[in-house]
């Protein structure tokens, strides 16, 4: 080695310096709390004592510049980022007074403050922490836990938490804490130790000193240690009650805590870890501690001592007196710097800068040791017991009764105790501890004693089984500071003469060298600013001062500036003479906060400047390549070769002047023996560009006038090589110049250095580094390394003689290997010293060859690769046995027969654990080796960028197997597999449905802005939100959607038309215009509820705005003037409180399109209530649609009692009704208390008799049952049933609106024992259903059973009922619970007590709208039997009816006397509307044409009756209510649909205001088209019992009178509806485009009784039948890629789709249009007429000739919207006069281009183009190097695969390369060799086969034919032992031994027979 190389060896340069100042300081300054310190600095002194002053800043500001480092710290870490995100920065925590600033930045980017921090009290430590919160409460595995990051800042009387996510915690703390450590579980705390505890009283234990928190909202608890005692040998748990104890260090992974012992001065190492239960009760049973034994006491001393602190009583004593009598000596000279240093400002240290300490608060003298124990708060009257000592306070903590224990949560085990020296080190504290590995990954614990300069380093290791740590001996290292350096495995030691030294592990590696780093001089030092402090010019007589000529020496170092070294040598002497007396150099004084590989240095004079060290390597072919020989080489040799090459890489000025692999090269030959300088080609290496002064004047020789070697060296270089080939050179003839080899002549003899580091290596290190040689063949981005590292491998198999090795690299690269023809001798005795490696075999290993064979179904031997290194030969091995050889294991089975890992001398396990990490299990589901292979892949993280890097030949397997999968993948895969199979439709949706946002990504998309013009009426109507875009794309034939709005906006005024007959005085006609407007405004406030389902879950509010509520309008205008009519003039009466159920309607459907997933809280639902204002009724509503939505349940229970505590009714009834439905079904016991408050039955029978209103009772009561839905909880049912038939109170309780009561208990019980019927476990002896009947039909009243029969004893005053039931207040309860009880079980015999009653008499006892109820009750009880027509209908109607009423609108003649036609007129309306109701809740949402039409003629039919004359036998109003039921039942069935004809009907409705419409029937109307575009039609109802119960409770067929009418059913419940909407609109999103568009869907249904297996087409948009009814959906061809849902597995996947919008994506496959743009696809046809299959234009050399080349890019532009493809036909296939290209190329491109597009395999496109570039390579004979040849054999044996052919019978797609293409590319390759082995080939392959020199000129067409034909090598051709063979037929036999194709044989028998020229014979 020349000492050149030797002088630079021990230099390593540092990377880029800069200066350091921690961001948070300067921020501090523009702090908003920053104001309030500066003026406190400006106060005089005596004033700041006497101030009260903010807590903790009072005696802090005497001195402010000596202080002014003590105040703040800082520590740094690595900055934590999403996964996926490669970011390298560094995250600051910055402490400084009451503030706590936490920062980001690198030094790409500019430092940001991420978090800031102001708390009450200063802060004595701020750190970063993470708390696992367990996920599940059940005690499950620990992979169920959720990390919190947070920060944590500690004060002195609290922890304050906060998290990453924006939670704060505070946790108070019991006791004074001395410092806090962040581990795995959370934060450890010590107990500071008060000096008076000691002298205990001897009947008490002492108390823990170390406690942890595991969340903060946990209490904290003691720390256990578990310990082996040596003399006996018991293991003991104990509390940590050892004061002498203390924590120095502590990390999470490992799980450790290193801690000192102050009384033996020793350092301990334990494992941190969960404890046992086992151990805790020991502990708790028997808490024994480490103090003396005798002080025996139960451990609720502890308990009552940490509880203390939340009774107010502080157990702190004064906060002097804990420090009073306690000296510390460790640091009684402490240097200015070493506070700043240390972890954190721990409390001990800075009490030793105190002198004074007061022993009583009183005083006024503030020392500094207040500051930093942070306990200057000033006394508050509250703490009259502070003044005691700690004693009493404990005394008296001890009477308070017993308490349970604390239990404590982490265990110590003890792991290591450093060892016993003779002498007991005083003061050897650790000041600083940290973890490194070495490069080696050999971990090593490290901690600093400065007082004896040592850094003491513990090798560890995990045990075998991975449970445990073992700790190993001791190295010390001379050091004053130190710090490790994590990304290069090393760490950075500060010696004490002042040198940076780089060590790994415990080796040396080298000096560090600080280019900017100013020797002391005048002339330098100056260049970093000075701090203003005094501190930089206080000599510090502590610091030894042997350090300046340390510093001296820095300046002898070799400067990469050679001029400068001199003048600086001039200057030190100058200086050293002048300056002795201040000694102001500036040295390296400490190491701190070391993240990745960069480290501050703080200099003496306190700047502080940042450092990066420099990587081991830059090159990924160099990191290869090390990776390899640090995988195979003994630990020892590899830790040494990584260090060489470290110091070689980064000697100071190195690395910029040479290419990093020339280094490399020459670095681990020099290590192998080799003398680089006298080998021809390492010696150009090293000379090529030494641009470098220094360098290049320590290498060259002296003389100055050039010689030979320098025109040798022009001649050997590679421009001279490309030149030699490029075409210019071959136009202009010139001659290639003969290269003069004189090198051989003069170095005869090269030897190789025996003793060398590498030498008995060379074998081994020549085999892995051949297998990197075969990864890197298949990546294509390394192919520049393969060829420089093919160079290296040539002369190491040259010299160890391994010929085939030396064949086979000759073969990938013929012209690199001619070159190379030095030798290196290797003797006979030198071979002995090289240690062979079992795994180096004979024949080299070539991954093509390997595959080759597998492609041709050979025997073959596993392939050996390195286990992490070669992670892709491994890959593709692992592919092609799956795929080829079709071995379904081969992914799964480790050891494999297809792969043979190289052992490694070392670092067995971890291999072990890589693989277990990486050979994952295909998916077991798929059924095809291809489906299998892609999701194999994917489980690898394989992704389409990397399969583009694979050689295209060894890719084609793959691309296959994912061309396979593209056409119907299933429908479950992941992301990652749907984009490897290049189904960008179906990965969006695996990505949005991993997202759990509030929006999918269309959200933004697709919410446009309204489209009428005028702003100001879009703003206000509520109906803005809506997506215009889908709802336009579902009807687009009209306008409908306008018309909607349009009938359901309340915020215009209405227009009042009335005409003044001349007869009427002005003033009558005011009247008469405000009487019209009365009956309008009638119609207004009816219209919130329909407005409310048509906006249904369609808005996402913004956080930080509160919901409007659009305004309910009850103004009207009058024409022609426009005048205003008002109904508050006072000229006519008007209802009091009449808008009051509208306006909270309003606040309902301003609340319901606040959409389910968006993201509101608490706090956003009181932000809603407007400020300093009562209550609203809007607000009511909208708390109501918030339960409803299911927001409520986020409300907190303080917000939920102050609204319940105002007493506002409407805001109780919503809350109530919204708390119920947000907790549906869950019997959340919480709710049942708030409701039983309002329920008196629910109460105790004693208990006070609260006043609550009656609506109010109803709502609580209508809560229950949705509380309880289907529950059957047997209480419950009973109360209802009772209250059901309430009797009247005394005192005129329950005595109006008693039907609304009734109705809402019998819904409730209907709804808890919903669908239950006789399986009502446990209630038989409540007779539920006869109590039922009897309630329906009247009788005899029983007796009240339980605890409330004292409450009816008296009857009432006012109301006599007599001792009978009143039915008229009960039967409809009665009869819905009924129906509900007994939904859908068709249970005959309950059905028939519900049938119509068939005579007259009986009729006369059954009120008309009962019949309507029964009817209704029977047909949902009998649900199988409905059918949609009329004769089911008609067979609800008794004949006495039937026959009484043969049509609706005309009285016939001959109708007998007596009977009483009213009743028969209103039974026979009743009875239609109840069966069309029942019809209706049947189909609901299934938009049947047959129930539609059944309905629609009802409709028609009422219509007519209720103008005809005969409507007064029927009463109008029974009419109008029996009109309004049919057409809800028609909405019912046609919901969400928008159809067109209901739509009319309800604008009909909507234009009647005068006569008997009153305010309930405009309700239903507006109900009906609310439901007909329900959610903007993508929401449709469901038909679940839960469903049926929620519509029967919004639906109930008799509606309010007025606005204020809760007679008979509480209008609330209206808008229970929500709970059977859900939904079911699919909408098919185009992926490219991100817009909805149509697409063709096939739905299946399952087989029913009703029908079988059906499929039906749809075009989606569109609404889906209810998923349980279906089979299966599919997108359909022909224009969209197929997407199958299979929902027998269950409809979970569809279920999450339609809740997030709907959006199905898909994509327009080639050559389609839109829908839209192509509805009849005749566009798309007329593009296919010429591609279809047409062989004329596929047979590839065939310009599709009805094109012209200049209509290319648009005909392709037809087929897809890739810009690549579109600018590939733009510029390659287009014909151009003025270029002369060829025809037949730009025909060629056209086809190939065509091709791809059409078939939908543009990936292949580059595949194509590169086998047609590489034949006419060969062509023009410029092939260079085998790789693209061997590519293209690959794809022929491919295509001849036995596999292909098998898989080709039973596949529907086409093959991914055409095989024309391929057969003519064959044969021209065959032609062009074989023209080339006519010509001059044979002599050559003659030469080659007897082993002759081979002629140069042709030797790569020679390497071509090798390889192109599978030539074997000579070696195997002479095992064969064909010397001397003279016939074809036995050349034959031999050679069928090699597998040697017949053509390749055809070719070479001539050769082999006749000698050369034979073959022109």
């Known amino acids: ?208 000193t170390m406690f942890s928190m595991l969340h903060p909202l946990d209490e904290i608890a003691p720390l256990v240690c578990k310990s082996t005692v040596a003399v006996t040998n018991i293991t003991r748990v104990q509390y940590i009650a050892d004061y002498t104890l203390k924590i120095v260090f502590s990390s999470s992974t490992p799980s450790l805590i290193m801690t000192y012992d102050t009384a033996q001065c020793l350092h301990a190492v334990w494992a941190l870890r969960k404890i046992k239960t086992e151990e805790q009760n020991t502990v708790l049973r028997c808490p ?147 973890i490194t590995s070495d490069l080696c990954g050999q971990k090593f614990l490290c901690y600093l004693v400065e007082s004896r300069h040592q850094l003491r380093c513990v090798k560890f290791e995990e045990s075998n089984d991975l449970t445990q740590l073992i700790f190993g001996t001791v190295t010390v290292i001379q050091a004053k500071d130190a710090a490790p350096v994590e990304s290069v495995n090393t760490m950075v030691v500060l010696e004490s003469n002042g040198n940076l030294v780089l060590y790994t592990g415990i080796i040396r590696v080298g000096k560090v060298f600080i280019a900017g780093l100013p020797t002391p001089s005048l002339s330098m030092s100056n260049t970093l600013p000075r701090p203003s402090t005094p501190l930089g010019s206080i000599s510090t007589p502590a610091r030894p001062s042997s350090r300046h000529p340390g510093t001296l020496d820095e300046a002898v170092w070799p400067s990469p500036v050679p001029e400068l070294n001199d003048s600086t040598k001039i200057h030190d002497s100058l200086y050293m003479d002048d300056c002795t007396f201040h000694q102001i150099g500036t040295y390296i004084h400490s190491l701190r906060d ?73 670095c681990l030959m020099n290590m192998m023996g080799y003398s680089t300088d006298r080998l021809m080609w390492t010696r150009n290496l090293d000379l090529e560009g030494s641009l470098s002064p220094v360098i290049a004047a320590k290498k060259a020789r002296p003389s100055e006038i050039g010689s030979d070697e320098d025109w040798e060296y022009l001649l050997s270089c590679d421009y001279h090589h490309n030149f030699e080939s490029h075409l210019l050179a071959k136009a202009l003839h010139l001659d290639p110049l003969e290269v003069l080899h004189p090198k051989e002549e003069i170095f005869p003899n090269l030897g190789l250095d025996s003793t060398t580091l590498l030498f008995g290596h060379i074998p081994a290190i020549f085999f892995v580094l051949h297998l990197i040689y075969e990864e890197l063949k298949l990546d294509n981005l390394m192919r520049d390394g393969a060829r420089s590292l093919v160079i290296l491998l040539y002369q190491l198999a040259r010299d160890l003689k391994l010929d085939m090795y030396m064949d086979s690299y000759w073969r990938d690269y013929p012209f690199l290997m001619k070159a190379l023809k030095q030798t290196c001798q290797i003797d006979q005795a030198q071979t002995r010293l090289m240690h062979q490696p079992p795994f180096l075999t004979a024949e080299p290993p070539s991954i093509y060859h390997w595959l080759s064979s597998c492609l041709n179904a050979d025997m073959m031997s596993p392939f050996p690769y390195l286990p992490g290194i070669c992670e892709r030969t491994k890959l593709i091995v692992q592919s092609f046995a799956l795929y080829i050889l079709g071995d379904e294991k081969a992914l799964s089975l480790e050891p494999s027969m297809y792969l043979s890992r190289i052992a490694a001398g070392q670092r067995k396990q971890q291999a072990e654990e890589d693989d277990k990490r990486l050979s994952l299990n295909p998916g077991t589901l798929s059924s095809s080796l291809a489906a299998k292979l892609v999701i194999s892949l994917t489980n690898l993280g394989f992704t389409l960028k990397d399969l583009e ?56 998309v697709l919410l446009s802005d309204g489209v009428s013009g005028n702003e100001a009426e879009e703003e206000e109507d509520g109906m803005n939100d809506m997506n215009q875009d889908l709802m336009s794309l579902i009807w687009n034939e009209d306008l409908r959607v306008q018309e909607v709005r349009r009938l359901l906006q309340s915020t215009h005024p209405v227009r009042v038309n009335v005409v003044q007959m001349p007869e009427v005085s002005d003033h009558e006609y005011i009247e008469e215009k405000e009487n019209r407007l009365l009956q309008l405004c009638q119609r207004t406030m009816a219209l919130p509820p329909g407005r409310g389902m048509f906006t249904l879950f369609s808005y996402h509010p913004v956080p930080t705005e509160p919901l409007p509520i659009p305004k309910l309008n009850l103004t009207g205008r009058a024409p022609p003037r426009n005048t205003t009519v008002d109904l508050n003039s006072g000229n006519i009466d008007v209802p009091p409180n009449m808008a009051s159920w509208a306006s909270f309607h309003n606040g309902v459907a301003a609340g319901l399109k606040v959409a389910p997933a968006s993201q509101i809280d608490s706090a956003w639902i009181v932000y809603n209530r407007q400020k300093n204002t009562e209550l609203t009724n809007e607000y009511a509503g909208l708390l109501m649609a918030l339960g409803l939505n299911g927001h409520l349940s986020k409300l907190t229970t303080m917000s ?43 109460l105790p029978p004693t208990s006070t008799e609260l006043d609550v209103p009656h609506n109010l009772q109803v709502a609580a009561v209508m809560g229950i049952g949705l509380v309880y839905q289907g529950t059957a909880h047997r209480h419950i049912a009973e109360v209802l049933l009772t209250e059901i038939g309430r009797p009247p109170g005394p005192e005129m309780e329950n005595c109006t609106d008693r039907e609304s009561y009734s109705l809402a208990s019998g819904l409730a019980l209907g709804m808890v024992c919903l669908g239950h019927g006789s399986n009502l476990i446990g209630m038989s002896d409540l007779n539920v259903p006869d109590q039922l009947y009897q309630y329906m039909v009247g009788g005899h009243r029983r007796a009240q059973p339980g605890t409330h029969r004292e409450k009816h004893k008296s009857p009432s005053y006012q109301i006599k009922e007599g001792d009978t039931v009143n039915v008229d207040v009960t039967c409809p309860g009665a009869t819905l619970a009924l129906a509900l009880l007994y939904l859908k079980t068709n249970n005959r015999s309950i059905a028939d007590w519900l049938r119509a009653p068939d005579t007259q008499y009986l009729l006369d006892f059954v009120k008309p709208e009962f019949l309507l109820m029964r009817t209704l009750a029977r047909g949902l009880i009998m649900w199988d039997e409905i059918k949609p027509n009329p004769t089911w209908v008609n067979s609800n109607i008794p004949p006495i009816v039937r026959q009484n009423n043969a049509s609706l609108n005309t009285i016939d003649g001959q109708v007998s006397e007596d009977v009483d036609l009213q009743t028969m007129r209103q039974a026979h309306i009743n009875i239609i509307a109840g069966a069309c109701m029942a019809m209706g809740l049947r189909f609901a949402g299934s938009s049947n044409a047959a129930a539609f039409n059944c309905l629609y003629k009802y409709v028609k039919m009422f219509l007519e009756s209720v103008s005809s004359p005969v409507a ?192 199905l994506y898909v994509k327009l496959r080639a050559g389609h249009l839109s829908y839209t743009e192509d509805p009849k696809g005749f566009r798309s046809l007329l593009a296919q007429t010429f591609t279809h299959r047409n062989p004329e234009f596929l047979s590839i050399k065939v310009q599709p000739r009805r094109l012209l080349p200049s209509q290319l890019p648009e005909a392709v532009s037809a087929f897809t919207s890739d810009p690549a493809l579109l600018s590939f036909a733009e510029y390659f296939c287009k014909h151009s006069k003025k270029e002369g290209q060829k025809q037949d190329v730009l025909d060629l491109f056209s086809s190939i281009l065509y091709e791809c597009v059409t078939q939908e395999k543009p990936e292949m496109l580059p595949t194509y183009i590169a086998i047609d570039q590489a034949v006419r390579r060969l062509e023009r004979k410029e092939m260079s190097e085998t790789f693209e040849l061997w590519q293209i054999k690959l794809m022929q044996q491919f295509y001849n695969s036995v596999c292909l052919q098998d898989k080709f019978k039973n596949s529907t797609t086409g093959l991914l390369i055409n095989p024309e293409f391929l057969l003519a590319m064959k044969n021209t390759l065959d032609k062009t060799l074989d023209l080339w082995l006519h010509a001059s080939g044979d002599v050559l392959l003659h030469s080659y086969l007897s082993s002759h020199p081979v002629e140069e000129s042709q030797i790569n067409m020679l390497a071509c034919f090798l390889v192109y034909h599978s030539i074997p090598t000579l070696q195997q051709i002479a095992a064969t032992g064909i010397n001397g063979t003279t016939c074809f037929s036995e050349l034959l036999l031999k050679f069928s031994r090699l597998h040697l194709p017949v053509q390749a044989l055809m070719r070479l028998a001539p050769v082999i027979l006749g000698g050369p020229q034979a073959t022109l014979i």
């Open 1 to 208: 080695m020349s000492n050149v190389y030797e002088e630079r060896v021990t230099m390593i340069a540092a990377g880029e310096m800069q200066e350091f100042v921690p961001f948070g300081r300067d921020h501090c300054r523009r702090h908003p709390s920053a104001t309030n310190l500066q003026l406190r600095q400006l106060q005089p002194a005596s004033e700041l004592w006497s101030s009260d002053g903010d807590a903790g800043l009072v005696g802090s500001l005497r001195e402010v510049t000596i202080h002014e480092k003590q105040k703040e710290s800082w520590h740094l870490r690595k900055g934590s980022c999403d996964i996926g995100e490669e970011l390298d920065y560094d995250e600051e925590l910055y402490v400084t007074g009451n503030m706590v600033i936490w920062s980001r930045g690198s030094k790409s980017h500019a430092s940001s403050v991420y978090k800031a921090f102001t708390v009450d009290s200063p802060v004595l430590q701020a750190l970063w922490c993470d708390f696992n919160i367990p996920q599940d409460k059940t005690e499950c595995m620990e992979a169920q836990e959720k990390t919190e990051k947070c920060v944590c800042i500690v004060q002195r009387s609290c922890v304050n938490v906060h998290t990453v996510d924006g939670k704060d915690y505070i946790a108070p703390l019991p006791f004074q804490v001395a410092d806090v450590w962040a581990n795995k579980y959370g934060l450890i705390f010590e107990r500071n130790n008060p000096v008076q505890e000691v002298p205990l009283s001897p009947l008490r234990e002492p108390l823990p």
């Open 594 to 666: 070391p993240v990745q590989n960069r480290v501050t240095l703080e200099m003496s004079n306190g700047n502080l400047i940042r450092i990066t060290t420099p990587e081991i390597t830059n090159s990924q072919l160099v990191k290869k390549c090390l990776q390899a020989i640090r995988y195979i080489l003994p630990k020892e040799v590899a830790v040494q070769v990584l260090i060489k090459w470290y110091n070689a890489y980064n000697a100071p000025g190195g690395p910029n002047y040479h290419s990093e692999w020339n280094m490399f090269v020459i």
């Open 949 to 1004: 890097s694979v050689p295209f030949g060894v890719a084609l397997p793959i691309r296959d197997a994912i061309y396979h999968c593209r056409e119907q993948p299933s429908s479950d895969w992941s992301e990652a597999a749907c984009s490897l199979i290049g189904r960008q439709d179906l990965s969006k949706q695996a990505h949005e449905g991993n997202l759990h946002k509030t929006k999918s990504a269309l959200g933004h």
């Open 288 to 434: 024994s501690t480490a103090g003396t034994p005798q002080q025996i006491v139960t451990s609720s001393s502890l308990t009552a001592h940490l509880r203390s602190v939340s009774k107010g009583e502080s157990p702190i004593a004064s906060p002097f007196q804990n420090f009073s009598s306690f000296p510390n000596p460790n640091r009684s000279i402490v240097s200015p710097g070493a506070h700043s240093r240390s972890h954190s400002p721990s409390i001990s240290n800075m009490a030793a800068l105190s002198r004074s300490h007061s022993p009583s608060l009183g005083t006024s003298s503030f020392s500094g040791v207040q500051r930093f124990n942070l306990s200057t708060n000033t006394p508050s009257p509250k703490r009259g017991r502070n003044s005691h000592s700690p004693n009493s306070t404990l005394s008296d903590s001890l009477l308070v009764p017993e308490t349970e224990p604390v239990i404590p949560e982490l265990c110590l085990d003890h792991l290591w105790t450093e060892s016993m020296l003779n002498i007991r080190e005083k003061n050897s504290q650790a000041a600083k501890v940290f």
């Open 1200 to 1242: 939920i009692h102050d609204y319940l505590s105002k007493g506002h009714e409407m805001t109780s009834i919503g809350l109530l009704l919204g708390i119920s439905a947000a907790k549906l079904g869950t019997m959340d016991i919480s709710v049942t208390r708030l409701l039983s408050i309002h329920i008196p039955a629910l």
């Open 1512 to 1703: 007064t036998l029927a009463g109008h109003h029974n009419l109008e209510t029996c009109l309004s039921v049919v057409l809800l039942s028609l909405a019912l069935v046609m919901a969400g649909t928008g159809n067109l004809k209901v739509l009319q009907l309800c604008r009909l409705m909507h234009k009647r205001t005068g006569g008997e419409m009153n305010y309930g029937f405009h309700m239903a109307a507006h109900m009906a088209l609310g439901l007909l575009f329900l959610g903007g039609g993508r929401y449709s109802l469901c038909t679940s019992n839960s469903a049926i119960a929620a519509l029967l409770c919004a639906l109930y067929p008799r509606f309010p009178a007025h606005s204020t009418d809760n007679r008979y059913h509480l209008q609330a419940l209206r808008h229970l509806y929500v709970l059977a909407a859900e939904p079911r609109l699919l909408v098919p999103v185009d992926v490219d485009t991100n817009t909805p568009c149509y697409a063709l869907i096939k739905i299946t249904y399952k087989a029913s009784q009703w029908c079988e297996e059906m499929p039906v087409n749809l075009m989606a948009p569109s609404l889906l039948p209810e998923l349980h009814l279906l089979k299966e959906i599919k997108v359909k061809g022909p224009k969209y890629w197929e997407i199958m849902m299979d929902l027998s597995k269950g409809p979970q996947g569809l279920q999450s789709i339609l809740s997030k919008d709907g959006f």
